[in-house]
């Protein structure tokens, strides 16, 4: 039978920040009410020649830092705009792992003996990575200005143990003592102030992580930090950037993954020690694989999941699923089969007050990914990607089956449909429409150069109106305050 190898320790786990542009993280509301803007600007001002060691720079990045919070965001702002992400090792070890798990599968032991063999080869390659892994200094990072996922824990790790350090002894005191008594400090301190600083290892839903999937091994560091007797975490892998198509490394700060709650980190990164999750309750392999892949703007956007906690849905040929956010959050999906993008008629998302619904019809059996991205309104920038679910369909819907095409207006006054939520429209009989349109003043039913209007009671217009075959009927609302009529959503009439 074929071996299931461990993963190197290498950082396969490399930013869960790939797909759609986001616009700096200065134009997004901040995880915590804590106005970083000074120190941040202080590490970014910070000179070149300051990096000759780890003394000389954090003495120059904390010295404005009024408490321990600030010296660790003065660290992790210089670190993420400072020290780029070494993809080109990234992405060669990648191929070899990728190349190591084809001839996984083609590989079949017909003895006891031939599995241990290959048991014991593939724990000498983990052991030789992690050897590897402890030959990183933060010292050769400073130097290189590069490193993968292990070289920012280790330096993040070292600096952050210098600052605390320095923030008692002061510098005299700092350089009097090395070796053993600078680690009693250090110690003497985090039980003083009740700051710590740790790495972590283990596996993160990184470059590449498929929906659902299972994993063995490591393949990612982070760091865990206590502040005020809280448990937090610090990512500056994955808060410095990510690499774009051409596999090059692009610098984009990522305010989220510093200070990250537990309760929010574990979906996607998962320690090798179940204590290292710092929840009074951990959370297994299997369950972590079963958690929803959810990304940054989720949280930054203070949303919740609905009815579909977990990250595979398993549906005959349709799916309702819902999820709750604040009235500026603007939500968009694509449905996507192996490398495709599905017509965007298969998908339908609209709010109710907190909550959305997303209904999605699928053409054919199989698997497709469910992606969905969200936008703060009158934001400027692209959506932002925040969450993934693998669906698995046991049939498949029948012909002409989907939404009305939806307008970004709909989007941006919160509009709701009660009928026909049918994107394909049966001709020759009255169809009733009935929607919710907040704002408006006049809502019509367009059909060609003929306009039905709706009555309207409130926020809410309904009536019927006969439709002719092979026609597109467009549904178009004038705002209070407006001369023109804005497209709200579009149906597809079909032949007799």
């Known amino acids: 039978m074929g071996i299931k190898q461990a993963l190197p320790v290498f950082c396969l786990a490399l930013f869960c920040l790939t797909g759609l542009s986001s616009s700096p993280a200065t134009a997004e509301p901040e995880h915590e009410d804590y106005d970083y803007s000074m120190i941040d600007q202080h590490a970014l001002n910070a000179p070149e020649d300051i990096k000759s060691s780890v003394e000389t720079l954090v003495e120059y990045l904390i010295k404005p830092a009024r408490n321990d919070r600030e010296r660790l965001r003065a660290i992790f702002r210089w670190i993420t705009h400072n020290i780029a992400y070494d993809t080109e090792g990234f992405f060669a070890e990648l191929t070899e792992a990728e190349a190591a798990r084809e001839e996984e599968v083609e590989t079949v032991t017909e003895t006891p003996e031939e599995e241990q063999e290959l048991q014991t080869e593939a724990a000498t390659s983990e052991s030789q990575a992690s050897?590897?892994?402890?030959?990183?200094?933060?010292?050769?990072?400073?130097?290189?200005?590069?490193?993968?996922?292990?070289?920012?824990?280790?330096?993040?790790?070292?600096?952050?143990?210098?600052?605390?350090?320095?923030?008692?002894?002061?510098?005299t005191g700092a350089e009097a003592k090395t070796g053993a008594e600078a680690q009693a400090g250090v110690e003497g301190l985090a039980s003083a102030l009740g700051t710590k600083i740790f790495s972590v290892k283990g596996f993160a839903k990184g470059y590449g992580y498929k929906v659902g999937r299972d994993f063995?091994?490591?393949?990612?560091?982070?760091?865990?930090?206590?502040?005020?007797?809280?448990?937090?975490?610090?990512?500056?892998?994955?808060?410095?950037?990510?690499?774009?198509?051409?596999?090059?490394?692009?610098r984009e700060f990522e305010d989220y993954y510093f200070l990250t709650p537990p309760e929010e980190l574990v979906y996607t990164h998962f320690p090798d020690y179940p204590s290292q999750q710092h929840l009074e309750t951990p959370v297994s392999k299997e369950g972590f694989v079963k958690l929803a892949y959810l990304w940054p703007a989720f949280f930054k956007y203070e949303m919740r999941l609905g009815n579909h906690p977990e990250s595979i849905i398993q549906t005959d040929s349709t799916v309702y699923l819902t999820l709750y956010a604040r009235d500026s959050v603007l939500l968009?999906?694509?449905?996507?089969?192996?490398?495709?993008?599905?017509?965007?008629?298969?998908?339908?998302?609209?709010?109710?007050?907190?909550?959305?619904d997303i209904h999605a019809v699928f053409p054919l059996t199989g698997e497709y990914l469910l992606?969905?991205?969200?936008?703060?309104?009158?934001?400027?920038?692209?959506?932002?990607?925040?969450?993934?679910?693998?669906?698995?369909?046991?049939?498949?819907?029948?012909?002409?089956?989907?939404?009305?095409?939806?307008?970004?207006?709909?989007?941006?006054?919160?509009?709701?449909?009660?009928?026909?939520?049918?994107?394909?429209?049966?001709?020759?009989?009255?169809?009733?429409?009935?929607?919710?349109?907040?704002?408006?003043?006049?809502?019509?039913?367009?059909?060609?150069?003929?306009?039905?209007h709706l009555e309207a009671q409130g926020d809410l217009f309904q009536g019927e109106v006969t439709l002719e075959p092979g026609v597109v009927a467009g549904v178009y609302a004038r705002l209070h305050g407006k001369m023109t009529y804005e497209a709200l959503l579009e149906y597809t009439v079909l032949e007799n």
């Not at 200005?145 to 008692?168: I, K, M, N, Q, R």
């Not at 969200?374 to 920038?381: D, N, P, S, V």
Request: hydrophobic share 40%; proline share 4%; charged share 20%.
């Open 332 to 356: 968009m999906a694509d449905l996507i089969k192996g490398q495709q993008l599905l017509d965007e008629s298969y998908v339908f998302i609209q709010k109710d007050t907190t909550r959305y």
């Open 371 to 452: 992606r969905l991205y969200a936008k703060l309104k009158g934001r400027e920038g692209s959506y932002k990607e925040i969450l993934n679910y693998l669906v698995k369909t046991s049939a498949r819907a029948s012909q002409n089956s989907g939404f009305p095409l939806i307008y970004e207006q709909f989007r941006l006054q919160q509009g709701f449909v009660y009928s026909p939520l049918e994107g394909f429209l049966s001709p020759g009989q009255p169809q009733q429409f009935r929607l919710k349109v907040p704002g408006a003043r006049d809502v019509a039913v367009v059909i060609g150069e003929e306009w039905h």
């Open 216 to 250: 063995e091994g490591t393949n990612h560091a982070w760091n865990a930090v206590q502040l005020d007797g809280e448990w937090h975490f610090l990512d500056c892998t994955w808060g410095a950037g990510r690499p774009n198509e051409q596999n090059v490394f692009i």
């Open 131 to 171: 050897q590897i892994s402890e030959a990183i200094t933060p010292e050769l990072v400073l130097q290189k200005g590069t490193a993968d996922c292990d070289g920012y824990a280790v330096l993040t790790e070292a600096l952050l143990s210098e600052a605390l350090l320095g923030s008692v002894l002061g510098p």
